[in-house]
């Protein structure tokens, strides 16, 4: 059994109230001790995808991969702008279409408004296209969409909780017995 974990988690929401980032936050303090999850916060620093910039140093760009290289594994918690995924989002993302990181990574994704499937869908497709592994019992829709619950509330909560601990152990569980432990 692996002891300690390392995960990513990447929100693609900048508003300071997102359900998203609440949801990530909440993920991060009802994690044990030992799962770190380091919650990426300079998406909003990551310039617009140029692959003719993909080898200069952009200190977000650098971070990001260095983050993710070491990472047990990548969460990702996305709202639905008209059907799809945030721009910021996949902005970020496209910075890691040609690099290593993103291979094999196994990933959880976190739905916090039922409703959006279809940005989901989306998701599912460009991760998959990254050759990033989905661990599907470890996905998660958390319906925060309009209860107005910030991070201690959502910890406070206990359905909501549960169903974020319930994911995490999934993804912890499936990444251990991948790695044969
Ligand atoms: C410009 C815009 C477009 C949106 N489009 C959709 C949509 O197509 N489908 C949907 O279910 N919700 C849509 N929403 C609602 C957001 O997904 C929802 O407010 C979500 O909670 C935002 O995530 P956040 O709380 O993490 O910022 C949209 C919101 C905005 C601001």
Redesign the pocket.
Known sequence: MNNFMNFLAI?G?L?K?????AALNALKRLAPENIEIIIFGLLDEIPLFNPDRELEIIPAVVELRKLLSTADGLIIAS?????GISGVLKNALDWLVSGPEFVNKPIMLIN??P??Y??MDALREVVTTMSGIIIESACVSVPL?GSNMNCNEIIAHHEMADLLRCGLHEFTKEINSAQGD
């Open positions: 929100s929401s508003r109230t997102s359900y998203n980032t709202p639905e702008y008209a059907h916090t408004s409703r959006a279809i940005a969409l």
